[in-house]
C-alpha cells in the first residue's frame, strides 16, 4: 500500500513547495483500525489525506447523492450505500465478502469437482470469469480450452459460470431491501429508480436485470451500470478533490494533516 501511494503521487509530479492531497477509497464499513493504518502510510508520502468510502464516492462522480442506491461488486468486497443527500453514516452502508475474488473461488471449485483431472489455478478462474461472466439464461454454451494432464481439452463451463456469478446475488438484494426502508417512505420509490451498479461486477451480464427483477416487488426498479467499471470511483475522488478545498476535508470523511 505504502509503495502504491509513493506511485501515484510520484505520478502527479507535483512541483517543490507545492502540498499534496490525497483521497483514499475504501470500502464501505471499513474499520476504523484499517483506515488509522492507511492514513498512517499516506503520511509518509502526502500531506493531507482523507480517506472515504468507495461507493460514496461513486456517486459523488455521478451526481448521484440524492435518493439513490449504489451497488460497488469489487474485488474483495460488495458494498452498497444508500445516498440521502448527506454523508453516508454506518447505518446507510454494508458490505460482505462475496465479491469478485468469492465468484473466482465458486468457478474454480465448480470446474474441478465436473472435470477432476483438469488443471486449473486461481488466476484461469479469474480470466475465465472476466471473459465469460453472466447471470440468468445464457444464449450459447460457454466451451473453453483447458488442460488436463498436460493435454488441450475443451470443456462446457457454462452452469460452473453460471453457478459461481448468481451466488452474489441473493445478499446484493436482501442489503439493498434493508437499506430502502432507511428512505424516507415519500423518497423510496425514486431511490429505487436511481440504483447504480459499479465495480468490476457491474460487467457481469445480466446482472443489473437480476437485482432489478430480484426487486421487482417493490414497485418499479431500474438498475443501471456505470460506464466505466474501473475508474468511476476515480473519478468521483478526482471530483470531490477539486470541488472540496482540502481545509474542508474533514468534514467528509476521516482525515489526516501530516505535521
Known amino acids: 500500500a505504502h509503495k502504491l501511494i509513493e506511485y501515484a503521487v510520484s505520478r502527479a509530479e507535483s512541483k517543490e513547495g507545492e502540498r499534496v492531497c490525497a483521497i483514499i477509497g475504501v470500502p464501505a464499513n471499513a474499520s476504523s483500525v484499517n483506515k488509522d493504518v492507511l492514513l498512517e502510510l499516506a503520511k509518509k508520502s502526502v500531506d493531507i489525506a482523507l480517506i472515504v468510502s468507495e461507493p460514496f464516492l461513486v456517486a459523488y462522480g455521478l451526481d448521484k447523492l440524492v435518493n439513490s442506491i449504489v451497488i460497488d461488486v469489487g474485488a474483495g468486497t460488495t458494498d452498497i450505500c444508500a445516498l440521502k443527500g448527506r454523508l453516508p453514516q454506518s447505518q446507510d452502508q454494508m458490505s460482505n465478502i462475496k465479491a469478485g475474488d468469492y465468484v473466482d473461488e465458486l468457478l474454480m471449485s465448480g470446474i474441478s469437482m465436473r472435470y477432476p483431472g483438469v488443471q486449473l489455478t486461481k488466476q484461469i478462474a479469474k480470466g475465465l470469469k472476466e471473459q465469460y461472466a453472466f447471470v440468468g439464461k445464457s444464449e450459447q454454451k460457454i466451451e473453453v480450452t483447458l488442460r488436463e494432464e498436460g493435454k488441450p481439452v475443451v470443456l462446457d463451463i457454462t452452469e460452473e459460470v453460471r453457478y459461481a456469478c448468481q451466488a452474489i446475488v441473493p445478499e446484493i438484494i436482501e442489503y439493498v431491501e434493508h437499506l430502502v426502508t432507511g428512505f424516507d417512505p415519500a423518497d423510496q420509490a425514486e431511490a429505487l429508480r436511481n440504483i447504480v451498479l459499479a465495480g468490476g461486477g ?26 466505466d467499471a474501473v475508474f468511476t470511483g476515480c473519478d468521483g475522488a478526482l471530483k470531490l478533490a477539486t470541488e472540496l478545498p482540502p481545509e474542508y476535508w474533514e468534514q467528509a470523511g476521516t482525515t489526516m494533516l501530516s505535521g
Open 202 to 227: 457491474s460487467k457481469i451480464a445480466g446482472l443489473d436485470q437480476m437485482i432489478a427483477d430480484g426487486l421487482s416487488e417493490y414497485g418499479e426498479v431500474s438498475v443501471s451500470c456505470v460506464k
